[in-house]
């Protein structure tokens, strides 16, 4: 039986529901994972029913397809070089970008990697990041093959400090990018070393 008491599903212009549906489906994919997640949870999360998600999106995957394409594009908005560059200014972008939407964040660096779906488009990413990095990094380490090393992980050193910051919940947010920077230099301080001697604090 139909409950005639139901609320109508408001009418709003496309691009606004086009945001809502991708606001929805970002929140719900980072939570549950690609597979996990229905298009019936998506729709019950923005509000809307299934037939008007079908309006914008042709299928779960297209809808995913587009919840990584807002949030490379919120990315490139706060980033406006190769992230794997890592100055001062692309450090703050990446933690702003979190910051507006930690979900896509978590979603776009961790979650969609193991979707074999959309591994391959953020392995290009990550192998971007780290050819930027490098482009930086060989000017301070002279053994290339250490400033290799360095490139390669100063951006995953990066992205994860910034995803641990996220989940502590956004502690000291006006030192956070001195903080992540800090881990960033860490990576290429050991790398350009000649004598690397260090030893964990006792427990």
Same mark, same amino acid.
């Given at each position: 039986?139909?409950?005639?008491?139901?609320?109508?599903?408001?009418?709003?212009?496309?691009?606004?529901?086009?945001?809502? &549906? *991708?606001?929805?489906?970002?929140? +719900?994919?980072?939570?549950?994972?690609?597979?996990?997640?229905?298009?019936?949870?998506?729709?019950? !999360?923005?509000?809307?029913?299934?037939? &008007? *998600?079908?309006?914008?999106?042709?299928?779960?995957? =297209?809808?995913?397809?587009? %919840? *990584? =394409?807002?949030?490379?594009?919120?990315?490139? $908005?706060?980033? !406006?070089?190769?992230?794997?560059? @890592?100055?001062? $200014?692309?450090?703050?972008?990446?933690? $702003?970008?979190?910051?507006?939407?930690?979900?896509?964040?978590? /979603?776009?660096?961790?979650?969609?990697?193991?979707?074999?779906?959309?591994?391959?488009?953020? !392995?290009?990413?990550?192998?971007?990041?780290? $050819?930027?990095?490098? /482009?930086? &990094?060989?000017? @301070?380490?002279?053994?290339?093959? /250490?400033?290799?090393?360095?490139?390669?992980?100063?951006?995953?050193?990066?992205?994860?400090? %910034?995803?641990?910051? /996220?989940?502590?919940?956004?502690?000291?947010? +006006?030192?956070?990018?001195?903080?992540?920077?800090?881990?960033?230099?860490?990576? &290429?301080?050991?790398?350009?070393?000649?004598?690397?001697?260090?030893? *964990?604090?006792?427990?």
């Amino acid at each position: 039986m139909v409950d005639d008491n139901r609320e109508p599903t408001r009418r709003l212009p496309r691009a606004e529901r086009r945001e809502q &549906i *991708l606001a929805a489906a970002t929140e +719900a994919f980072a939570r549950s994972g690609y597979a996990a997640t229905g298009l019936d949870e998506i729709a019950a !999360e923005a509000g809307i029913t299934r037939v &008007i *998600l079908y309006r914008h999106f042709d299928s779960k995957t =297209d809808l995913y397809q587009a %919840v *990584l =394409d807002r949030m490379c594009t919120r990315l490139e $908005a706060h980033v !406006e070089e190769p992230v794997g560059g @890592f100055t001062d $200014a692309s450090v703050d972008g990446l933690l $702003a970008a979190a910051a507006e939407s930690p979900a896509g964040f978590r /979603l776009l660096f961790q979650h969609a990697v193991r979707e074999p779906e959309f591994k391959e488009r953020i !392995e290009k990413f990550r192998d971007d990041t780290t $050819a930027a990095a490098y /482009l930086q &990094i060989r000017a @301070f380490v002279p053994d290339d093959a /250490l400033a290799r090393w360095a490139s390669q992980l100063a951006p995953v050193v990066a992205i994860e400090a %910034v995803i641990a910051w /996220l989940d502590a919940g956004q502690p000291d947010p +006006a030192q956070a990018g001195d903080r992540v920077r800090q881990v960033v230099m860490g990576v &290429i301080t050991a790398a350009a070393s000649t004598d690397v001697q260090c030893s *964990l604090p006792d427990p």
